[in-house]
């Protein structure tokens, strides 16, 4: 059971490179997450994916595009890649339904992304 | 929008106290989560409260006030690998909203 992966572990892009981070979950959880870590700061939502089939907006979408291509897979994009997106990225996943009970979230180890 | 404020660094010995306190200010709150990370690594979850009072997960409790808009997180009999950073998080039916997180020093 490896809970959430996720690949690259590193990348190094030039601004205006395109590229896309990959996340799977085999705990067969319903909703996925994507955030981003800056220093001192702490995680900020991206996109989140309540089910299959669907995404949403969180907090900071700007420059970003997401794929949930089945229960398993959440896919991040960035189109036209820019300094101010050098960050570490985290996916997650929980089995939160929407009911308002305990939402764990579960986080892989991270992307850590750097944009020249 | 979301807001939430705890302090930036604590800094205790071996065996201590430690409390970490969180305040927000947020819309559609469900409850408040908290969420430890040690250095490099994944955030992993400590504990959640939807409704006021404590909860207790072994050395580590957790308090909610909904009326004040507080919680805390309380660290109790301090080990060397508690030191770490902890963030609050507050619950909007699907989106959670962290703070900026506490960077937790354990000294010998």
């Known amino acids: 059971n490896a809970g959430v992966t996720q690949t690259p572990k590193f990348q190094v892009l030039k601004t205006g490179q395109s590229m896309t981070l990959q996340c799977a979950q085999d705990m067969n959880h319903n909703s996925m997450y994507w955030y981003r870590q800056d220093p001192g700061m702490g995680l900020r939502l991206i996109y989140y994916?309540?089910?299959?089939?669907?995404?949403d907006k969180g907090e900071v979408p700007n420059g970003y595009n997401v794929s949930r291509l089945n229960k398993r897979e959440f896919s991040l994009r960035l189109e036209s890649a820019a300094p101010s997106q050098t960050s570490v990225y985290f996916c997650?996943?929980?089995?939160?339904?929407?009911?308002?009970?305990?939402?764990?979230?579960?986080f892989g180890p991270g992307t850590r992304l750097t944009v020249l | 929008g979301q807001s939430l404020e705890q302090p930036s660094e604590v800094t205790a010995v071996e065996g201590a106290i430690v409390q970490i306190n969180c305040t927000y200010q947020?819309?559609?709150?469900?409850?408040l989560s908290w969420y430890q990370q040690h250095d490099g690594g994944a955030p992993t979850f400590l504990s959640y409260n939807a409704l006021d009072g404590l909860e207790e997960t072994g050395r580590f409790s957790s308090f909610l006030s909904r009326s004040d808009s507080y919680g805390y997180l309380l660290l109790q009999e301090l080990q060397m690998k508690d030191s770490a950073s902890y963030f609050c998080a507050a619950t909007n039916d699907y989106k959670l909203s962290f703070g900026a997180g506490t960077t937790v020093t354990v000294r010998a």
């Open positions: 997650a996943s929980s089995d939160y339904t929407g009911t308002g009970g305990t939402d764990t979230q579960y």
């Open positions: 994916s309540a089910s299959e089939g669907t995404t």
């Open positions: 947020t819309s559609g709150f469900y409850g």
